[in-house]
């Protein structure tokens, strides 16, 4: 096991008098994968940079492995929704600055892990969204990273390919089982993913959802029956007090 | 010789059709100028005529007068150049990067470019007098200027997500510097290189006509007053040879350093 335990507590964020997050608890086993769904501008974004520390907490504490994040840490790894690439830097000088050893066959191991072998030399501009979002994956796999944060990676891609990158990245969170949180707006990419659903609403964080499905998932009434229950907690979270495990 | 070769080098190419696409109205110009003339319409008497040119020109070659000229003209400009962009680009990155030099600096800057040149020139020949110092200045100056806006400019207008990227995937200095902040403001830079290159041959043939003894703005100036059309002609072309040089340059350090953004 690669993934190391998130632990959120108590965690209040505020930007001056705006209160984003209030008294957040939320706890991830190594490994797990968890998603969070909520809608635009609840905050999700600003609990993902909590935790890497690119933002500071108002208040309460997160803690990775036990220990709380008190700096930006190279086992956490971020990937944002628009891929953040070094337009000037080919492919395979982008993926060796993911590296925390800036080492050329880890990247050339990502690379090929992402599918994106034989680009090497490329420059961004020419790759399409769909292999900019891997090339921002392999950047951020290469350093074997302990816990991965995706923020909305998959949100401007077209469906089909959206469904190939989800493939992709089931594949490497069993391949090294790093610990994995997926923001999305997408409720069947939270249930095709996750084993964990958190949904976020008023500033709080409703009870996660336990999803028990086999992998690879298909689409079936099961998969409609979470996929119904995260969009009524969306929809109406005042109507359903404190959601309750499905087990 | 592969079949693509073959396409390539035929001689109605696009490549080569847009190769001599560009000096079509340059020819035009010309052509037009020597019909004008010999058509002899008399309102264009003191319009010079081709063959009068051509003897001027060679003249002046053969005199040493005008490669004398050029070559003032040219060191002055080179001079102004490299004063005037390296401090322009050392400057704008370092008000970009830095919000203590920003405070310091910026709105000095900003403020001193809006006045014009000609406005502060008495005050500088106080202390350069009005020989070449003076006209490296105010070239230097011109060149500074853009040089400087369009650095701060591009630095200023980095995507902050690059930014935060850096901090993420915990770049060094030397590395968010030379691998982000260089080349991403690099394409504001050399739209600021292009423009430099143009103020440069204003200020110095504005300089050079008000406060030289030699060069190609004194000439002008010179052949203004005496209204020695060929002159002002070829002084035109000259004026034309360098602008295009300019051009040239400015392209290739675009082809070279944003060869990135070619599909
Ligand atoms: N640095 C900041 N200063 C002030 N307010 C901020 C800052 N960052 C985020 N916010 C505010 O915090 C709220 C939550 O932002 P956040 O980006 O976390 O939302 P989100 O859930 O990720 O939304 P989306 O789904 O649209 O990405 C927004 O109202 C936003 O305006
Ligand atoms: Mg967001």
Same mark, same amino acid.
Request: glycine fraction near 8%; include cysteine; charge should be positive.
């Given at each position: 096991?690669?993934?190391?335990?998130?632990?959120?507590?108590?965690?209040?964020?505020?930007?001056?008098?705006?209160?984003?997050?209030?008294?957040?608890?939320?706890?991830?086993?190594?490994?797990?994968?968890?998603?969070?769904?909520?809608?635009?501008?609840?905050?999700?974004?600003?609990?993902?940079?909590?935790? +890497?520390?690119?933002?500071? &907490?108002?208040?309460?504490?997160?803690?990775?492995?036990?220990?709380?994040?008190?700096?930006?840490?190279?086992?956490?790894?971020?990937?944002?929704?628009?891929?953040?690439?070094?337009?000037?830097?080919?492919?395979?000088?982008?993926?060796?600055?993911?590296?925390?050893?800036?080492?050329?066959?880890?990247?050339?191991?990502?690379?090929?892990?992402?599918?994106?072998?034989?680009?090497?030399?490329?420059?961004?501009?020419?790759?399409?969204?769909?292999?900019?979002?891997?090339?921002?994956?392999?950047?951020?796999?290469?350093?074997?990273?302990?816990?991965?944060?995706?923020?909305?990676?998959?949100?401007?891609?077209?469906?089909? +390919?959206?469904?190939?990158?989800?493939?992709?990245?089931?594949?490497?969170?069993?391949?090294?089982?790093? +610990?994995?949180?997926?923001?999305? /707006?997408?409720?069947?990419?939270?249930? +095709?993913?996750?084993? /964990?659903?958190?949904?976020?609403?008023?500033?709080?964080? /409703?009870?996660?959802? /336990?999803?028990?499905?086999?992998?690879?998932?298909?689409?079936?009434?099961?998969?409609?029956?979470?996929?119904?229950?995260?969009?009524?907690?969306?929809?109406? &979270?005042?109507?359903?007090?404190?959601?309750?495990?499905?087990? | 010789?592969?079949?693509?070769?073959?396409?390539?080098?035929? !001689?109605?190419?696009?490549?080569?059709?847009?190769?001599?696409?560009?000096?079509? =109205?340059?020819?035009?110009?010309?052509?037009?100028?020597?019909?004008?003339?010999?058509?002899?319409?008399?309102?264009?008497?003191?319009? !010079?005529? !081709?063959?009068?040119?051509?003897?001027?020109?060679?003249?002046?070659?053969?005199?040493?007068?005008?490669?004398?000229?050029?070559?003032?003209?040219?060191?002055?400009?080179?001079?102004?150049?490299?004063?005037?962009?390296?401090?322009?680009?050392?400057?704008?990155?370092?008000?970009?990067?830095?919000?203590?030099?920003?405070?310091?600096?910026?709105?000095?800057?900003?403020?001193?470019?809006?006045?014009?040149?000609?406005?502060?020139?008495?005050?500088?020949?106080?202390?350069?007098?009005?020989?070449?110092?003076?006209?490296?200045?105010?070239?230097?100056?011109?060149?500074?200027?853009?040089?400087?806006?369009?650095?701060?400019?591009?630095?200023?207008?980095?995507?902050?997500?690059?930014? #935060?990227?850096?901090?993420?995937?915990?770049?060094?200095?030397? #590395?968010?510097?030379?691998?982000?902040?260089? !080349?991403?403001?690099?394409?504001?830079?050399?739209?600021?290189?292009?423009?430099?290159?143009?103020?440069?041959?204003?200020?110095? =043939?504005?300089? #050079?006509?008000?406060?030289?003894?030699?060069?190609?703005?004194?000439?002008?100036?010179?052949?203004?007053?005496?209204?020695?059309?060929?002159?002002?002609?070829?002084?035109?072309?000259?004026?034309?040879?360098?602008?295009?040089?300019?051009?040239?340059?400015?392209?290739?350090?675009?082809?070279?350093?944003?060869?990135?953004?070619?599909?």
């Amino acid at each position: 096991m690669n993934g190391i335990s998130i632990e959120i507590k108590n965690l209040s964020k505020k930007f001056g008098e705006l209160s984003i997050l209030e008294d957040a608890n939320i706890s991830i086993d190594p490994g797990d994968f968890f998603a969070i769904v909520g809608k635009s501008g609840c905050g999700k974004s600003t609990l993902l940079r909590l935790i +890497t520390y690119l933002e500071k &907490p108002t208040s309460g504490s997160i803690l990775l492995d036990g220990k709380p994040v008190d700096r930006i840490n190279s086992d956490v790894r971020f990937v944002f929704q628009d891929a953040r690439i070094l337009l000037w830097k080919n492919v395979l000088d982008n993926v060796i600055l993911g590296s925390p050893t800036r080492s050329r066959e880890d990247a050339l191991w990502a690379l090929k892990a992402v599918g994106l072998e034989g680009r090497e030399k490329s420059w961004p501009i020419v790759l399409s969204g769909g292999q900019r979002q891997r090339l921002s994956l392999a950047r951020a796999i290469v350093g074997k990273p302990k816990v991965l944060l995706l923020d909305e990676p998959l949100g401007a891609l077209d469906a089909l +390919t959206r469904i190939e990158m989800q493939q992709l990245i089931e594949k490497l969170w069993k391949e090294q089982r790093f +610990t994995a949180v997926l923001v999305t /707006h997408d409720v069947a990419e939270a249930v +095709t993913l996750a084993n /964990h659903v958190i949904v976020m609403d008023n500033k709080k964080i /409703h009870k996660d959802i /336990h999803v028990e499905l086999a992998r690879p998932r298909e689409h079936n009434r099961d998969f409609a029956y979470y996929e119904e229950k995260i969009l009524k907690y969306i929809l109406k &979270p005042k109507d359903t007090k404190g959601a309750e495990y499905v087990i | 010789m592969t079949a693509q070769n073959t396409i390539k080098s035929h !001689p109605f190419s696009e490549e080569n059709f847009l190769r001599a696409a560009q000096w079509i =109205i340059p020819i035009l110009l010309v052509t037009l100028w020597v019909i004008s003339k010999a058509s002899a319409s008399f309102k264009l008497q003191l319009l !010079p005529s !081709p063959v009068s040119e051509i003897h001027r020109t060679v003249d002046m070659f053969t005199d040493g007068t005008l490669v004398d000229y050029v070559f003032v003209s040219a060191r002055r400009a080179f001079t102004g150049l490299i004063i005037g962009s390296v401090l322009g680009y050392v400057l704008g990155m370092i008000t970009g990067l830095n919000k203590t030099f920003n405070a310091f600096l910026n709105t000095t800057v900003q403020m001193l470019r809006t006045i014009p040149m000609l406005a502060y020139q008495p005050i500088m020949i106080i202390f350069l007098g009005i020989g070449d110092e003076l006209i490296v200045f105010m070239v230097s100056m011109g060149v500074f200027f853009s040089m400087y806006l369009n650095t701060y400019a591009g630095v200023q207008g980095l995507d902050k997500g690059l930014d #935060e990227m850096a901090r993420v995937y915990g770049f060094t200095r030397r #590395e968010y510097f030379f691998d982000v902040v260089l !080349p991403g403001s690099m394409p504001n830079v050399l739209v600021g290189v292009r423009i430099a290159l143009g103020s440069m041959w204003m200020m110095l =043939i504005a300089a #050079e006509s008000v406060s030289g003894n030699s060069g190609l703005g004194y000439m002008a100036a010179r052949a203004r007053e005496y209204l020695q059309m060929d002159r002002i002609f070829m002084i035109l072309f000259i004026y034309a040879f360098f602008g295009k040089m300019s051009d040239t340059i400015a392209t290739s350090l675009e082809n070279y350093f944003l060869r990135w953004r070619k599909t």
